[in-house]
T-cell receptor
Framework: TQLLEQSPQFLSIQEGENLTVYCNSS?????LQWYRQEPGEGPVLLVT?????EVKKLKRLTFQFGDARKDSSLHITAAQPGDTGLYLC???????????FGTGTSLTVIP | EAGVAQSPRYKIIEKRQSVAFWCNPI?????LYWYQQILGQGPKLLIQ????????DSQLPKDRFSAERLKGVDSTLKIQPAKLEDSAVYLC??????????????FGPGTRLTVT
């Protein structure tokens, strides 16, 4: 069971455009991580958000953790072809010891 | 620093056959994870080891899947017998932290299994 639903599932945009990816759940998470995965490789960690309402910026990427710790978003400003990949949110439930990945958002940035 | 190593990278077998995957985590990492990633989906955690003990295997189909981590280092994941729905990428990851502290997981490149 994947407790984390991501939207949109697929996103194809032109270079220079902005975009937002959403990660939602009905459950509360201790923290949330965002990973990017490229074809033929394993996911690579981008950021971890821990506190409800927390906002973290990583160059052109802005990550937000919802106040209730049930959702998160990733905003990319001025997307570049190098941003192309599968974006995954993930985290442990506050009630247990299981780690869950989201359903994934496949991003393609067209030059 | 060497990353997480996995082998083989690709494997094609017929249903009802057996298959084994190998993972060598980053040196010094206490925790090792095996994930199953079906095409178009996010990874699903199958089993988590801390050193050579199993922390969680609640999503491992134990009638056909088994895993071990001898001496707290390398790990193998076995499927016997394989079914068509086992076709997926099997990812191994390791992390420095012990259970309860969810730090960065470092992933290997995965093994792509095709069951025909």
């Amino acid at each position: 069971t994947q407790l984390l639903e991501q939207s949109p599932q697929f996103l194809s945009i032109q270079e220079g455009e902005n975009l937002t990816v959403y990660c939602n759940s009905s459950s509360v998470f201790s923290s949330l991580q965002w990973y990017r995965q490229e074809p033929g490789e394993g996911p690579v960690l981008l950021v971890t958000v821990v506190t409800g309402g927390e906002v973290k910026k990583l160059k052109r990427l802005t990550f937000q953790f919802g106040d209730a710790r049930k959702d998160s978003s990733l905003h990319i400003t001025a997307a570049q072809p190098g941003d192309t990949g599968l974006y995954l949110c993930a985290g442990p439930l506050i009630t247990g010891n299981q780690f869950y990945f989201g359903t994934g958002t496949s991003l393609t940035v067209i030059p | 620093e060497a990353g997480v190593a996995q082998s083989p990278r690709y494997k094609i077998i017929e249903k009802r056959q057996s298959v084994a995957f190998w993972c060598n985590p980053i040196s010094g990492h206490a925790t090792l994870y095996w994930y199953q990633q079906i095409l178009g989906q996010g990874p699903k955690l199958l089993i988590q080891f801390q050193n050579n003990g199993v922390v969680d295997d609640s999503q491992l189909p134990k009638d056909r899947f088994s895993a071990e981590r001898l001496k707290g280092v390398d790990s193998t994941l076995k499927i016997q017998p394989a079914k068509l729905e086992d076709s997926a990428v099997y990812l191994c990851a390791s992390s420095l932290e012990v259970t309860g502290a969810w730090g960065e997981q470092y992933f290997g490149p995965g093994t792509r299994l095709t069951v025909t």
